[in-house]
């Protein structure tokens, strides 16, 4: 008898799986998960712990990079500055912004804004016979409170109430030889060239931790400055605080059309490059840290999912001898990772969300780190903060490199032939 | 006049053992038809597996041609293969035939899903096999739960629910004792008897070639005697 033509009995079955195909790759995948509890349980903390690494890692950096923000940009610069554009390039006396009043009024009208008018001169300040130079700042005091917390440092005395009155850094008390109660006469250049002269008594005393500040600066009243160096309604700089920081940018944007021309915006991000910078450096290095926790675990995967296969050879050996295709054992195989995954997020995340709440309202403290953290800016409780990001990135690398170790630990299959691995003992 | 199932010509196959050629079959030819119950038997490595894996498609020959149910396995893509192995042939292994996680049921409706079965129909030609081997009561049961008597009955009802032109069966009684092996080949008698399957399975032993209608013989890669029984 001829051999019969040829006949073409294949249609893929590969290409019409079944729904219910679909729901036996899960059945099997779920249960093979547990063939080996143990080493099922050992896959999952692997990644359980990776993903509690990381995210709270990164609840961490949230949480310390809202804080150190608030916390720098809080102590006297503020979260945004107004400047004439004159200023920024140059900081002198004559740069100032126009018509202060006015503007200020207008930025009051801004809801969830906060803005401290301030002027300055230099001037050589006396008591007696010693001299020293210092900068007068005019601020409005009340209003300097809603945007810094810089005048909370008093050490003694208190905030100037009539408009002679200043308050001064220990430094230059120290330096002056004076105190609280004592006069002190300052000249300086006046905007239209005349001299400037103020005799201003000491109200009080502050200690800001910074001694540059401590050494140099002197606050009383705005119209105190204005009048003493013949500025009238003019202003060197506005102090901006927002209620809501993640809001800034947008806020900066809306201003920038009330001010007048060659009038600027700018937020803490140009005002204080050191503090995006530290942000930056320590981003990257966690970044790099995290890397290496997440690339480590997925190097555990692949050496489990090895062992799987591995043990498992006889058992696909059949399968493929029955007619299984090799891409559909793969599938298994990357299911079964998927659900290792699953639950080793789960645990992880369920671990994340129970310490970062307990965290988030207790804080964690830096024990014996106040000193280097104070000069970071940073907090002495770093308070860490949920985002969707601490909770999305680990997992979300995690499910990738769990789905890659499994892919490559199966990549042998492809070439299994069916006969030697059933012969394989 | 029955029709030839399996038609084997001039094959050979050599293996390397360590670069040196190990001659597993030298020059086969045979014809299986339609209702044969066919013993393979011979010396340990006489080829019996080789030829058997050659039929069902699991390994190609070096030289020599294959026909199974019209198709010349030599021209088949490895997908093509699977696919002639998933839907033409049932195979039963000497041992690790079934999926350990799946029960005794699933593992017979796997295949089924393989081939793209809905899930009625799969229930249904799955239980009614499962019945007919005698194995409703454990259907449920996973293959750990079973003994190996009943590990094999539940293999031959995977590899026949898809009404496979073939089944092989490389040395399937191996693993058991008698007494349920001749349970087994009475279950495998009935099947070609009542069903007209055609069977083909590689033993060494004699009480299995008591049950087959048609005895091959290989000796060193060679078929030494091919012996049809007179049917009473
Ligand atoms: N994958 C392989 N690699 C190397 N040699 C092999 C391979 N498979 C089979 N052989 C050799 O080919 C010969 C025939 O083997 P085969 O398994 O077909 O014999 P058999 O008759 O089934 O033996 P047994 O009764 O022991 O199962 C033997 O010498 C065996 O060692
Ligand atoms: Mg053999």
Same mark, same amino acid.
């Given at each position: 008898?001829?051999?019969?033509?040829?006949?073409?009995?294949?249609?893929?079955?590969?290409?019409?799986?079944?729904?219910?195909?679909?729901?036996?790759?899960?059945?099997?995948?779920?249960?093979?998960?547990?063939?080996?509890?143990?080493r099922t349980?050992?896959?999952?903390?692997?990644?359980?712990?990776?993903?509690?690494?990381?995210?709270?890692?990164?609840?961490?950096?949230?949480?310390?990079?809202k804080?150190?923000?608030?916390?720098?940009?809080?102590?006297?610069?503020?979260?945004?500055?107004?400047?004439h554009?004159?200023?920024?390039?140059?900081?002198?006396?004559?740069?100032?912004?126009?018509?202060?009043?006015?503007?200020?009024?207008?930025?009051?009208?801004?809801?969830?804004?906060?803005?401290?008018?301030?002027?300055?001169?230099?001037?050589?300040?006396?008591?007696g016979?010693?001299?020293?130079?210092?900068?007068?700042?005019?601020?409005?005091?009340?209003?300097?409170?809603?945007?810094?917390?810089?005048?909370?440092?008093?050490?003694?005395g208190t905030?100037?109430?009539?408009?002679?009155?200043?308050?001064?850094g220990?430094?230059?008390?120290?330096?002056?030889?004076?105190?609280?109660?004592?006069?002190?006469?300052?000249?300086?250049?006046?905007?239209?060239g005349? =001299?400037? *002269?103020? $005799? &201003?008594?000491?109200? +009080?005393?502050?200690?800001?931790?910074?001694?540059? !500040?401590?050494?140099? /600066?002197?606050?009383?009243?705005?119209?105190?400055v204005?009048?003493?160096?013949?500025?009238?309604?003019?202003?060197?700089t506005i102090?901006?605080?927002?209620?809501?920081?993640?809001?800034?940018?947008?806020?900066?944007?809306?201003?920038?059309?009330?001010l007048?021309?060659?009038?600027?915006?700018?937020?803490?991000?140009?005002?204080?490059?050191?503090?995006?910078?530290?942000?930056?450096?320590?981003r990257?290095?966690?970044?790099?840290?995290?890397?290496?926790i997440?690339?480590?675990?997925?190097?555990?995967?692949?050496?489990?999912?090895?062992?799987?296969?591995?043990?498992?050879?006889?058992?696909f050996?059949?399968?493929?001898?029955?007619?299984?295709?090799?891409?559909?054992?793969?599938?298994? =195989?990357? *299911?079964? $990772? &998927?659900?290792?995954? +699953?639950?080793?997020?789960?645990?992880?995340l369920? !671990?994340?969300?129970? /310490?970062?709440?307990?965290f988030?309202s207790a804080g964690?403290?830096?024990?014996?780190?106040?000193?280097?953290?104070?000069?970071?800016?940073?907090?002495?409780?770093?308070?860490?903060?949920?985002?969707?990001?601490?909770?999305?990135?680990?997992?979300?690398?995690?499910?990738?490199?769990?789905?890659?170790?499994?892919?490559?630990?199966?990549?042998?299959?492809?070439?299994?032939?069916?006969?030697?691995?059933?012969?394989?003992? | 006049?029955?029709?030839?199932?399996v038609?084997?010509?001039?094959?050979?196959?050599?293996?390397?053992?360590?670069?040196?050629?190990?001659?597993?079959?030298?020059?086969?030819?045979?014809?299986?038809?339609?209702?044969?119950?066919?013993?393979?038997?011979?010396?340990s490595?006489?080829?019996?597996?080789?030829?058997?894996?050659?039929?069902?498609?699991?390994?190609?020959?070096?030289?020599?041609?294959?026909?199974?149910?019209?198709?010349?396995?030599?021209?088949?893509?490895?997908?093509?293969?699977?696919?002639?192995?998933?839907?033409?042939?049932?195979?039963?292994?000497q041992?690790?035939?079934?999926?350990?996680?799946?029960?005794?049921?699933?593992?017979?409706?796997?295949?089924?899903?393989?081939?793209?079965?809905?899930?009625?129909?799969?229930?249904?030609?799955?239980?009614?096999?499962?019945?007919s081997?005698?194995?409703?009561?454990?259907?449920?049961?996973?293959?750990?739960?079973?003994?190996?008597?009943?590990?094999?009955?539940?293999?031959?009802?995977?590899a026949?629910?898809?009404?496979?032109?073939?089944?092989?069966?490389?040395?399937?009684?191996?693993?058991?004792?008698?007494?349920?092996?001749?349970?087994?080949?009475?279950?495998?008698q009935?099947?070609?008897?009542?069903?007209?399957?055609?069977?083909?399975?590689?033993?060494?032993?004699?009480?299995?070639?008591?049950?087959?209608?048609?005895?091959?013989?290989?000796?060193d890669?060679?078929?030494?005697?091919?012996?049809?029984?007179?049917?009473?």
């Open positions: 008898m001829p051999p019969a033509a040829n006949t073409i009995i294949v249609e893929d079955t590969a290409a019409k799986l079944s729904f219910e195909y679909r729901g036996m790759v899960w059945r099997i995948a779920w249960r093979n998960l547990w063939r080996s509890p143990r349980w050992l896959t999952a903390a692997s990644i359980a712990f990776a993903c509690l690494l990381v995210s709270v890692g990164m609840a961490m950096q949230a949480g310390s990079y804080a150190m923000i608030e916390t720098a940009t809080g102590f006297y610069t503020g979260q945004a500055q107004i400047n554009q004159s200023f920024v390039e140059d900081e002198r006396l004559e740069h100032t912004i126009p018509d202060a009043t006015a503007l200020m009024r207008a930025l009051d009208r801004v809801s969830n804004l906060f803005a401290a008018p301030r002027a300055q001169g230099f001037a050589l300040v006396s008591v016979d010693r001299s020293f130079g210092g900068l007068v700042v005019g601020v409005d005091f009340d209003k300097e409170q809603q945007v810094v917390t810089f005048f909370n440092n008093l050490t003694s905030l100037p109430k009539g408009v002679d009155e200043v308050v001064i220990e430094t230059m008390a120290r330096n002056l030889g004076a105190g609280v109660g004592s006069e002190l006469v300052l000249l300086g250049a006046a905007k239209q005349g =001299v400037a *002269a103020l $005799a &201003l008594t000491i109200s +009080g005393l502050f200690s800001s931790g910074q001694s540059e !500040l401590d050494r140099t /600066l002197l606050f009383t009243h705005l119209e105190a204005q009048n003493g160096f013949s500025l009238g309604d003019e202003i060197h102090a901006i605080r927002v209620a809501d920081l993640t809001l800034l940018e947008k806020q900066i944007s809306q201003l920038q059309t009330i007048p021309d060659d009038v600027i915006a700018r937020s803490w991000r140009e005002l204080m490059p050191q503090v995006t910078q530290g942000i930056e450096l320590d990257i290095s966690a970044k790099l840290m995290y890397g290496a997440l690339i480590l675990v997925s190097f555990s995967v692949i050496n489990t999912f090895l062992m799987v296969v591995f043990e498992r050879t006889r058992e050996g059949m399968l493929l001898a029955i007619g299984m295709r090799p891409g559909l054992i793969i599938r298994q =195989v990357l *299911a079964e $990772a &998927l659900f290792v995954w +699953g639950v080793g997020v789960a645990v992880g369920l !671990l994340v969300v129970l /310490l970062v709440s307990y988030s964690i403290s830096i024990e014996g780190m106040e000193e280097l953290a104070r000069q970071f800016y940073m907090p002495d409780r770093i308070y860490p903060a949920i985002t969707l990001q601490s909770l999305v990135v680990a997992p979300g690398v995690l499910l990738v490199g769990t789905q890659i170790a499994a892919f490559v630990a199966s990549w042998r299959i492809r070439n299994l032939q069916p006969v030697a691995a059933l012969r394989v003992d | 006049m029955s029709e030839v199932v038609e084997c010509t001039g094959l050979t196959r050599t293996y390397d053992q360590d670069s040196v050629p190990v001659y597993a079959l030298r020059g086969v030819d045979v014809s299986i038809m339609q209702g044969d119950f066919v013993s393979l038997s011979g010396p490595g006489s080829g019996k597996s080789t030829l058997l894996n050659i039929i069902g498609g699991l390994d190609r020959p070096d030289s020599g041609e294959v026909v199974v149910s019209g198709t010349r396995l030599g021209t088949l893509s490895e997908s093509a293969l699977a696919e002639l192995r998933l839907h033409k042939i049932g195979f039963v292994f041992a690790f035939n079934l999926i350990p996680v799946l029960s005794a049921q699933e593992n017979v409706e796997f295949i089924l899903q393989l081939q793209g079965v809905a899930s009625a129909p799969r229930r249904a030609r799955s239980t009614a096999v499962l019945d081997l005698g194995l409703s009561q454990m259907s449920h049961r996973r293959p750990g739960e079973l003994s190996g008597g009943q590990q094999q009955r539940v293999a031959i009802a995977r026949i629910v898809t009404n496979p032109a073939l089944l092989l069966a490389d040395e399937p009684t191996a693993n058991i004792d008698s007494a349920t092996t001749e349970e087994l080949l009475l279950l495998l009935k099947l070609n008897r009542e069903q007209g399957m055609t069977i083909v399975t590689a033993t060494h032993d004699p009480m299995v070639m008591g049950y087959t209608t048609r005895k091959i013989k290989l000796h890669g060679m078929i030494e005697e091919d012996e049809t029984a007179v049917v009473v």
